[in-house]
C-alpha cells in the first residue's frame, strides 16, 4: 500500500485543518489505519487509530475532543479533521496502515505498522 498524506499548512492557534491520506496499490479496506506526528527533535507519537470497518477509534489523550479520525473505504481515503489546534500540535504528520484480518482491531504503536507515507507539515502559530 502506498500511502500519500495532504492538507497541512500553517493556522493560527484555535483553527482547524483537514488532513487526508490517500492510499494506492493494496486494498485499503483491509488495513487498520493510524496517524502518528514528529515534531522537531521528538520521537514519533501516536495521535489517532482507526479499525478496518470505522468501529473502533482510540485517541492519544492530548487530541481527544480535538481531532477526529474517518476512512472511506469507496475512496480509498484516511482524514484526520483537528479542531481547536494549540502550538503544541505543530509536526509533520504521517498516515499509516496495517495489513489486519480483524474489523474492529486498532493499534497505536507505531511498530504495528507496515506501510508508511509521507507526512504533511501543520504549524500552528500562537
Known amino acids: 500500500v502506498q500511502l500519500q498524506a495532504s492538507g497541512g499548512g500553517l493556522v493560527q492557534a484555535g483553527g482547524s485543518l483537514s488532513l487526508s491520506c490517500a492510499a494506492s496499490?493494496?486494498?485499503?479496506?483491509?488495513?487498520?489505519m493510524g496517524w502518528f506526528r514528529q515534531a522537531p527533535g521528538k520521537e514519533r507519537e501516536f495521535v489517532a487509530a482507526?479499525?478496518?470497518?470505522?468501529?473502533?477509534?482510540y485517541y492519544h489523550g492530548s487530541v481527544k475532543g480535538r481531532f477526529t479520525i474517518s476512512r472511506d473505504n469507496a475512496k480509498n481515503a484516511l482524514y484526520l479533521q483537528m479542531n481547536s489546534l494549540k502550538p503544541e500540535d505543530t509536526a509533520v504528520y504521517y498516515c499509516?496502515?496495517?495489513?489486519?484480518?480483524?474489523?474492529?482491531?486498532?493499534?497505536?504503536?507505531?511498530?504495528?505498522?507496515?506501510?508508511w507515507g509521507r507526512g504533511t507539515q501543520v504549524t500552528v502559530s500562537s
Open positions: 496499490g493494496g486494498t485499503f479496506s483491509m488495513n487498520t
Open positions: 499509516a496502515a496495517k495489513y489486519v484480518t480483524s474489523y474492529t482491531n486498532i493499534y497505536y504503536r507505531s511498530r504495528s505498522y507496515d506501510f
Open positions: 482507526i479499525s478496518r470497518n470505522s468501529a473502533s477509534t
